[in-house]
Structures are given as structure tokens and as C-alpha cells.
């Protein structure tokens, strides 16, 4: 049972553009969401997070949005830049405080 | 530097050989994990702790052991290497409860281990 859902594998987008990445999830049961972001050969570097009690957390160029009757979330990155170019992973953390991820999207950025 | 050390960086294993990967942090973190990372998947939840003696198992625990005897080290121990065991291994720590979603978990840089 895969609790989290990236359906989109990858994404390409401009330079400057808002890049848009989205996560589904099957289970109501959570406390937490939370947002990495992994370049090779490195371990994932936390971004945002995002608890069940609220529908947005923004942090600098990077904003999540939960809406809970669809089960869905997005994570928008306002301006894309190049150093963005990563996979990004939606990762649902439960009342344990254990991280389950998901099969990631990878973003690239073209200058 | 302050953060999670992972050794070695590399390893090939001949199957049914041992080993133990080792993980260390120096932020006095309370809550450390192992995951692994095969081709086109996410992070898999091997084992976790919270705290020096207390851990339980993640998703896939089969084949791996570990122990907490200090706050600092949380080492993963492969009994018998198979070839399933080919992948990437992260080891991860963070601060306790609440704290741990709003800052997330540090991550090791990896450990890529082959199994022949």
C-alpha cells in the first residue's frame, strides 16, 4: 500500500517559472507532510513541512499546499532556478514521527 | 562539521558476508533511522530509534540488525549479504517529537553498497 503518490516522474520547466509538484496520498491518518529535495550522490536536504491542522506553509521561493478532501498536495517553487534542478521527494510523517517517502518527481530547470 | 557521518562511502560484499555500516552524529540528536534507495524508488524505512536503547523496525527490516548503546552512533548490521541487499543505504537523525517535523531530518550523504 503505497501511502504517498508522486504520479509525475519528472517535470521540466523555465527558468523564472513557477514549478508546480504534487503528491497524493491514501491515508487520512497523518500528522505531517513533509518536503526533500536530493541531488546525486547526496543524502535528501529537508525543505518545507506542512502539519494537518493547516492548508499552506510558505518558507522563501517555496510554498506547500494541503487540501485534505482531495488528499492532495503541491509544493511551488516561485522562481524556478537552476540550482532547483533535484528529485523532489513528499514524504508523510505519522504521530511516531517516522518518515514514509515517496517514489520522488525530478525537476529540471532549464536556463 | 557538524552533522550524520556515514562509513564507508563504498563496499562490495561477496553474498553471505557480514558487515556493518556505520553511522555517527554529533548534534545531540535523540531520533535516528536507516533507509535504503533502489533505482527509480523512494526512501525505504529499514530501522529507527528513539533514543540510545530503545529501536523497532521500518518497513523492511529483514535482513538487517541494529542497536543504540549511545545518543551518538547507530549502527546497521547485514548478516548474511544477498544480492537483494544491492542499494544505497542513508542513515538520518533529528531532534524529538514536534521538533522533528518542523525541522525535518538531517540525512547522511550514503553508503552504496553491491552485493555479488
Known amino acids: 500500500d503505497q501511502q504517498v503518490k508522486q504520479n509525475s516522474p519528472s517535470l521540466s520547466v523555465q527558468e523564472g517559472r513557477i514549478s508546480i509538484l504534487n503528491c497524493d496520498y491514501t491515508n487520512s491518518m497523518f500528522d505531517y507532510f513533509l518536503w526533500y529535495k536530493k541531488y546525486p550522490a547526496e543524502g535528501p536536504t529537508f525543505l518545507i513541512s506542512i502539519s494537518s491542522i493547516k492548508d499552506k506553509n510558505e518558507d522563501g521561493r517555496f510554498t506547500v499546499f494541503l487540501n485534505k478532501s482531495a488528499k492532495h498536495l503541491s509544493l511551488h517553487i516561485v522562481p524556478s532556478q537552476p540550482g532547483d534542478s533535484a528529485v523532489y521527494f513528499c514524504d508523510k510523517m505519522d504521530s511516531s514521527y517516522k518518515l514514509i517517502f515517496g517514489s520522488g518527481t525530478r525537476l529540471l530547470v532549464r536556463p | 562539521n557538524a552533522g550524520v557521518t556515514q562509513t564507508p562511502k563504498f563496499q562490495v560484499l561477496k553474498t553471505g558476508q557480514s558487515m556493518t555500516l556505520q553511522c555517527a552524529q554529533d548534534m545531540n540528536h535523540e531520533y535516528m533511522s536507516w533507509y535504503r534507495q533502489d533505482p527509480g524508488m523512494g526512501l525505504r524505512l529499514i530501522h529507527y530509534?528513539?533514543?540510545?536503547?530503545?529501536?523497532d523496525q521500518g518497513e523492511v527490516p529483514n535482513g538487517y540488525n541494529v542497536s543504540r548503546s549511545t545518543t551518538e552512533d547507530f549502527p546497521l548490521r547485514l548478516l548474511s549479504a544477498a544480492p537483494s541487499q544491492t542499494s544505497v543505504y542513508f542513515c538520518?537523525?533529528?531532534?524529538?517529537?514536534?521538533?522533528?517535523?518542523?525541522?525535518?531530518?538531517?540525512f547522511g550523504s550514503g553508503t552504496r553498497l553491491t552485493v555479488v
Open positions: 530509534s528513539v533514543g540510545a536503547g530503545i529501536t
Open positions: 538520518a537523525s533529528s531532534l524529538s517529537g514536534q521538533r522533528t517535523a518542523t525541522y525535518g531530518y538531517t
